[in-house]
């Protein structure tokens, strides 16, 4: 499951006033700043680097991809998240919404599986009256949402089916590191957790003489193998199966 990400409303108040806005018009971060919202959101939560929806908004408008009268370019989410080494891209050109069953809905919640966080482009509908950008980051039967402009329950754990109908258009950012799977462990890793716990043990201190004379006997008679490598492995925890052998060889002694 992928991990929430940090949550910034584009109508907080120690932004919302603030100018978004290019030559020509007066819109501010609370009526326009959907877009660069959204991308703060995911920037802090994949780099740990404060970064606001303020600072989000003045980089588009310093490089170019506030739209006058209107909200924020496409082209705005690759460079941005580029700027901060976060792969980042536009899943499809093909306007999806009124398609529900459309497969870049599929294929948006492949990539939600394997790790990688969505904004979408939401159309007329819940979300919005004209145009929103919004951040998905799981689906376990609602569509999961951080949204920059609502804490309303069912715009944060979306219906699948009106969702997926008033969807637009999807941008993919690489979050995969990120979402790994914090116990998950390659047998490479295991063998190579196995090796130094059996280093450690072997750097012990001697075991005490006055079991030498116990030790050479079980080693005499078969019933301690060691590690295969030439450490008894004294002070190892004994399993059920270990000891089940142990007096099975006993017994043949």
Known sequence: MNKQPVSYLQTDSRWAALPYQVPG?????????????????????LTGQTFTPKDACAWSVEHGYKALNQGTYYSYFKPQFAAFGIDCDQLSWVNTYGKPAHSNHKKMLELLDQGYYI????????????????????EDGKIRINDPASTRPERLNGDPYTFFSQAKYYWWVDARAYNKEEDEVTQETFEQMLQ????????????PSWGGEARQWALDQGLITGDGQGRPMWESHVTRNQLATILYQFSKA
């Not at 450690?200 to 075991?207: I, S, T, V």
């Open 196 to 207: 130094t716990y059996l280093d450690k043990l072997a750097d012990r201190q001697p075991d």
């Open 25 to 45: 018009e007066t819109a501010t971060i609370g009526g326009s700043g959907c877009g660069p919202t959204a991308a703060a959101m995911l920037i802090e939560t």
């Open 119 to 138: 904004i979408a482009l939401m159309g007329k509908g819940l979300w919005t009256s004209s145009g929103h950008f919004v951040v998905v980051w799981w």
